[in-house]
């Protein structure tokens, strides 16, 4: 069982941006209001010819709904689509409520706050990650409202062109994304579309004001995410049995280069600093008496006391998986990321700062395609928890957000090797170890470096060697 993540923390780790302030509710299928008859059935209709006009029109999740599409109550045997989809996303998928938590005190608060002039379930600032909440001229007539969230299309394209041929015997996967399906088979492109709202966009931006006035900052890492969502997919019959690693590996790598260009835009407008490209609890902490104070302890490495540094959690775990699959290029990188930590600490460097991140996503891109290629096994699986259990002294002293990416990593990687080694020792012992790790995270401003480190130690002594 993966372990749990205290609830302040899992709920805006494992949501979508402001989603950790849903409340819980009963977990119900939604059922999309008749539509309009048509002179044909629906099957006809589905399987003509869709002409180029129908090319990025969205359909709606009332199309995906029906129980012989994606709508079952109960997964299906007999073909390799379960067709229980739609019935997960509307269920325990915390998706499928992103429009509705913009109605809840905290978030109406927060667009007081802010200024919207609105409710944030009518602002374009929020519905953009909230919904999809896409042009007029986009939508078929098929489209129905914007309240249920982040739904079907918002993942997976806009469906009118390919939403009847999808369901042909001989239609190709090509086909289908050459009609506008989104290729979320490919991690790569899986994860930048997660992280359009992760990280954000320029069109989408969580900055520290909105987080000042009660957005959860923006964290991410995909193969956690998607295992908490819960999937609603199955791999590829002929997917590698350690496509939970490369899931890890991709997200990471993407993750970086895409808050790498974040940083580039951001040094780069009239409004540098942004201090959401700091590591919130560097300044959001619980106050100590000197004596006590791990921080002070630990020093400030050639900046200034007191100055603050590029978050450094988006690489405290990528470092590791990029040196496994392509050292010199990350030997670059590192070099790169360095001169980053220390400019962005410094006033007046912005210029300087934006360059080396732009040159840093570069380098980083080249690593993208490399963890994509790579070949994942039970060797590279134990390296990289060793590696990243016994850089435990570096990591804890980073904060709480690196620490965070590390711990849902070792349970990603723990996770991949139990289940391709059932009888691996320790396994137990190491997933008790892991889940003790999380208790750090129960109130990040109280997060104590030495106590992480302490138990990072013990993980390692745990995790396995390989072959």
Same mark, same amino acid.
């Given at each position: ?289 000197? =004596?006590? /104070?791990?921080? *002070? &302890? ?8 007191? %100055?603050?540094?590029? @978050? ?87 904060? =709480?957000? /690196?620490?965070? *990416? &590390? ?8 996770? %991949?090797?139990?289940? @391709? ?47």
């Amino acid at each position: 069982m993966r372990a749990r993540i205290s609830l302040r923390r899992c709920g805006s780790l494992l949501s979508l941006l402001i989603l950790a302030l849903v409340p819980s509710v009963n977990a119900q299928v939604k059922v999309q209001p008749a539509t309009k008859p048509a002179p044909q059935t629906q099957t006809q209709k589905q399987n003509e010819p869709q002409s180029s006009s129908n090319v990025g029109k969205f359909s709606g999740p009332g199309s995906c709904a029906a129980s012989n599409c994606h709508g079952s109550t109960q997964p299906k045997t007999i073909v390799r689509i379960p067709q229980d989809e739609y019935s997960i996303w509307a269920g325990p998928d915390k998706h499928s409520r992103a429009y509705a938590v913009l109605s809840n005190p905290v978030s109406v608060r927060m667009g007081e706050i802010l200024g919207l002039g609105q409710p944030p379930n009518k602002a374009d600032k929020c519905l953009a990650c909230h919904a999809l909440n896409v042009r007029a001229e986009q939508r078929a007539e098929t489209f129905q409202t914007i309240e249920d969230g982040v739904s079907c299309e918002s993942c997976h394209g806009p469906a009118v062109a390919w939403l009847g041929p999808h369901t042909l015997k001989n239609q190709t996967h090509e086909e289908n994304i050459r009609l506008g399906m989104y290729d979320t088979r490919d991690l790569v492109k899986r994860s930048e579309r997660c992280l359009s709202c992760h990280v954000g966009t320029p069109e989408k931006e969580v900055d520290h004001t909105m987080i000042a006035a009660g957005h959860p900052d923006l964290t991410f890492q995909l193969e956690s995410f998607s295992a908490a969502m819960p999937r609603h997919w199955k791999p590829a019959p002929s997917a590698s049995a350690w496509l939970s690693v490369q899931e890890l590996a991709v997200g990471q790598a993407v993750q970086l280069r895409q808050a790498l260009n974040r940083l580039n835009r951001r040094a780069s407008s009239a409004a540098w600093p942004e201090f959401a490209e700091y590591e919130c609890f560097a300044c959001h902490h619980s106050l100590t008496k000197p =004596e006590a /104070s791990w921080r *002070q &302890a630990g020093g400030y490495h050639g900046r200034n006391p007191g %100055a603050p540094v590029w @978050n450094p959690s988006t690489y405290a775990v990528f470092r590791h998986v990029a040196g496994a699959v392509d050292s010199s290029t990350t030997g670059q990188l590192v070099t790169q990321l360095q001169t980053i930590e220390k400019l962005s600490g410094k006033v007046g460097s912005k210029d300087e700062l934006a360059a080396n991140a732009k040159d840093a996503a570069g380098l980083t891109e080249q690593i993208v395609q490399t963890v994509q290629g790579q070949q994942y096994d039970r060797n590279l699986t134990a390296r990289l928890l060793r590696e990243i259990a016994n850089d435990g002294d570096t990591i804890s002293m980073e904060g =709480e957000r /690196s620490a965070e *990416q &590390a711990t849902m990593a070792l349970d990603s990687l723990s996770l %991949a090797y139990a289940r @391709n080694d059932p009888d691996a020792a320790n396994q137990a012992e190491l997933r008790a170890a892991i889940k003790d790790l999380y208790i750090q995270f129960e109130n990040p401003s109280a997060y104590s470096a030495p106590q992480f480190a302490m138990q990072l130690r013990k993980v390692a002594k745990l995790v396995p060697r390989g072959q």
